[in-house]
Structure formats: structure tokens, C-alpha cells
């Protein structure tokens, strides 16, 4: 799976994966995600949104040579082959219910583009760029037979990635018509995506539905039921299609 360019922190950073490396927001969304990567079939969760608890804060940790220790580097990470973006995000109805699983079989980018008189052009058309990542089908029929043999309730269909949380039946319609089949919105999985192709590697985008794409209804999010339907979808994956091998 595909690992970060640079994997060293900044001084004075938390760890990346750590849930205390960034404080809990004061008005959470409905969005949060974690991105899994690994080299080889290896699996690692890293950048999940958690609250931060109260007594325990951001820590690091080293360990410094003295004359009679040495401790050996650790060898540095393999080749990765695949790049998981994983969270909750809010589902088109009636395509994906609440704590529903969406598993991508393409990753958009909604919103990148231009409005024009004549109405939304994206990057294709003006010439320059892209706007979908596809997701290889083998890994997509894997993920979704997986859960499919777990009961899990899921949605394969586009994940949109939009830069604004939809908050009106307007905005959902228009995007629905846009980008027809759309199973879920997110905030992050396009750019993701971009930072895999970049390395070669095959991405996919798994969102746990906790709203519905429309009206801002905040009484309506189940993000509880979002996140126990995404912590049981991966300890389905992480012992089918994302496997360990021996050392």
C-alpha cells in the first residue's frame, strides 16, 4: 500500500496517527477520515479525527544510544501497493442509508472546475487536469465481497470529494445530476487519490454514511452508528483483503 512521501514529522509534532495530534473540533462535521497505507499487503491507519482526551495529551517518544546500548535502526518501510482514504461521510439518498458502508469504485473531484452561462465544466473539459480516480474493479469486488460475507451493509458507486459540506436539497440535486450514481460526499478522498497516482499506486475511498446529503440537520447524524459500522467494516477487511503477511 502507498506510504507518505516524507514520513518525519515536523519538530515538535505529534506522531502522525496519533488521535491527540490535533485538537477536537468545536463544531465537528459530519466528515472525518483516517488514511490507511502499507507496504506489501501491510496495513497502518494513519491521520484519524478523534476527540482528544483530557488526560492524554500529545506524546513522542525515542530512544537514545548510550555507550553500552545500541538499539539498530529499524529497516525502512518496502514498497507500498495500495492506498486506503477511510471515514464518515454523508450519503445520497436513497442510495446509501444512515451506517451504511460506501466503497468507491471512482473518487471525484466535484467541484473542480469552472461555472460557466452555460452552466459547471470540470477540468476535463476546460482542457487541463483531472477530476475522477478509478478504483481498479478487482479491489473494489474484493472490499465489497468481504463485506458482502460479513453483513455489512454497503454501496459501491462514486465518493465525491467537495471543498463545501452540502447543505441544501438543491445542492444535492445538482450534484447528484452531475456526477449520476454518487453514493457519498466526503472532503478528502480526491486529494488522496492524487498523492497515490503520483506514486503509482491504487487508491480506494471507504466512507461509513453518518448524514444524508442535504438540508444541515445536525439532530439527524448518527455519527456514532457511522463509526461502529466503519470500525467492524475494516475488522472484516483486516482479515480478508487487508492481510498481513508472516514475517
Not at 501497493?81 to 454523508?90: E, H, K, Q, T
Not at 477530476?131 to 458482502?148: D, G, N
Not at 497516482?197 to 452508528?225: C, F, K, L, T, Y
Amino acid at each position: 500500500m502507498a506510504g507518505p512521501a516524507d514520513p518525519t514529522p515536523a519538530p515538535g509534532a505529534a506522531p502522525a496517527g496519533d488521535p491527540a495530534a490535533a485538537p477536537a473540533p468545536a463544531d465537528p462535521g459530519p466528515h472525518t477520515s483516517a488514511h490507511a497505507q502499507g507496504p506489501g499487503t501491510h496495513s497502518a491507519v494513519a491521520g484519524a479525527q478523534a476527540p482528544a482526551s483530557p488526560d492524554h495529551g500529545p506524546h513522542t517518544s525515542a530512544l537514545a544510544p548510550t555507550p553500552s546500548t545500541h538499539a539498530p535502526a529499524p529497516p525502512p518501510p518496502g514498497p507500498y501497493d495500495l492506498v486506503v482514504s477511510a471515514g464518515i461521510g454523508g450519503g445520497f439518498q436513497p442510495l446509501a442509508a444512515l451506517g451504511s458502508v460506501v466503497v468507491s469504485d471512482a473518487i471525484v473531484g466535484a467541484d473542480l472546475g469552472a461555472q460557466t452561462p452555460d452552466g459547471y465544466l470540470a477540468v476535463e473539459e476546460l482542457g487541463f487536469g483531472r477530476s475522477v480516480h478509478q478504483v481498479p474493479e478487482w479491489l473494489t469486488a474484493r472490499i465489497s465481497a468481504a463485506l458482502t460475507d460479513g453483513a455489512q451493509r454497503h454501496t459501491v458507486g462514486p465518493v465525491l470529494t467537495v471543498s463545501t459540506v452540502t447543505g441544501t436539497a438543491e445542492r444535492a440535486a445538482e450534484l447528484a445530476r452531475r456526477h449520476p450514481g454518487a453514493a457519498a460526499e466526503a472532503m478528502e478522498g480526491f486529494g488522496v487519490a492524487e498523492a497515490a497516482a503520483a506514486h503509482g499506486v491504487p487508491v480506494v475511498e471507504i466512507r461509513a454514511v453518518s448524514n444524508a446529503v442535504g438540508p444541515r440537520d445536525r439532530a439527524a447524524w448518527r455519527i456514532g452508528q457511522a463509526m461502529d459500522s466503519l470500525r467492524y467494516t475494516f475488522q472484516l477487511l483486516s482479515h480478508s483483503v487487508f492481510v498481513e503477511p508472516a514475517p
